[in-house]
Structures are given as structure tokens and as C-alpha cells.
């Protein structure tokens, strides 16, 4: 059973890192389309790039925990 949950934990963890990179061009494509619809003035772009930069930094941290996590279960499991 233990091994049956590894797996699927690995899953999660694989689908946490093949996401990153739709989350970024998200980040990068909201920026653009809060500028292009004068819903942000031109002055406040680098700060609406801070933030959705941060947002999406969030997406990483759950990717690097969620490996660190399956590390920690596998170890675990070869322990016994």
C-alpha cells in the first residue's frame, strides 16, 4: 500500500513541475493584458510584474516542497 501512495504522490509532484512554465507565461501574459487594456498605467507595470512574479514563485515553492516531500517518503520507505 505504502508503494500505491508513493506513486501517486510522485504524480502530484511530477504535475506540480510540468505546470512551472504555464504559470510564468500566465504571469507574463497577465502583465500584457493589464497593460494593454489601460487597466494598469504604464508606471505601475513593474509592479504589477513584482507581484504576479511573486504569485507565481508560490507554484515553485509548492513544486520544490511537494519533491522534497516524495525524498522524504522514499527514504522513509528504504528505511525498513
Known amino acids: 500500500m505504502t508503494d500505491i501512495a508513493i506513486i501517486i504522490f510522485a504524480v502530484a509532484a511530477f504535475f506540480y513541475i510540468v505546470t512551472l512554465p ?3 507565461n500566465a504571469s507574463s501574459r497577465a502583465v500584457q493584458t493589464l497593460r494593454n487594456e489601460a487597466i494598469i498605467l504604464e508606471s505601475e507595470k513593474t509592479d ?3 507581484v504576479l512574479n511573486a504569485a507565481a514563485l508560490t507554484y515553485l515553492a509548492a513544486a520544490l516542497m511537494a519533491v522534497m516531500q516524495l525524498i522524504r517518503f522514499l527514504m522513509w520507505r528504504n528505511r525498513d
Open 48 to 50: 504589477a510584474k513584482r
Open 22 to 24: 504555464v504559470e510564468y
